[in-house]
C-alpha cells in the first residue's frame, strides 16, 4: 500500500510540473503577443512591458501628464534587483505613482508600476530597454 501512495505522490509531483511548464509558455507566448520584450540567461528569463497612459492631473487638458505601465516578470529574483529597476526609473525621471511588487531572493520577482513623467523626451522603448539593462546588470553581478 505504501509503494501505491509513493507512486500516486510522484506523478501528482510530475504532473504539476507539467501544468508550470505548460502555464510559463502560454505567459510567454501571450508576451510576446503583445509586443514585450524578454532576456534571457542561462536559466534565468525575464519579461518587461511597457505601455504609454495618460495621467489625468486635474481637469485642465494643459497640465495632463504622460505616464507609464510598466510589467517585469522574472522566475526567480536576486539580491538588488528591485533596487536597480527602481534607480533606473529615478535615472529617467519618473515618478512611481503605484506599485505592486512580489520579490525575495530566489523567488519570482514581480512588479506591476505606474510611473508619471514631466517632460516629452522619455518614450516607451527608453522605459524598456533601461529596466531591461538593470536586470542585466544585476544578473551579470550574479
Do not use: W
Not at 4 to 19: P, Q, R, V, W
Not at 127 to 135: D, H
Request: aromatic residues 2%; contains cysteine.
Amino acid at each position: 500500500m505504501q509503494a501505491n501512495k509513493t507512486s500516486i505522490l510522484a506523478d501528482a509531483s510530475k504532473y504539476i510540473k507539467d501544468l508550470k511548464e505548460k502555464v510559463e509558455e502560454a505567459a510567454a507566448a501571450s508576451s510576446a503577443a503583445d509586443g514585450s520584450s524578454s532576456t534571457s540567461g542561462s536559466a534565468m528569463s525575464a519579461t518587461v512591458s511597457v505601455s504609454s497612459v495618460e495621467l489625468d492631473s486635474n481637469s485642465s487638458s494643459s497640465c495632463r501628464r504622460r505616464g507609464f505601465r510598466i510589467n517585469v516578470s522574472m522566475e526567480r529574483s536576486r539580491p538588488g534587483l528591485l533596487v536597480l529597476v527602481l534607480e533606473v526609473l529615478e535615472e529617467l525621471g519618473l515618478d512611481i505613482l503605484d506599485a505592486d511588487i512580489s520579490c525575495a531572493d530566489h523567488t519570482a520577482f514581480r512588479l506591476q508600476a505606474l510611473g508619471s513623467g514631466q517632460g516629452e523626451s522619455v518614450d516607451e522603448q527608453m522605459v524598456r530597454q533601461a529596466v531591461l539593462q538593470a536586470i542585466s546588470k544585476c544578473m551579470d553581478h550574479d
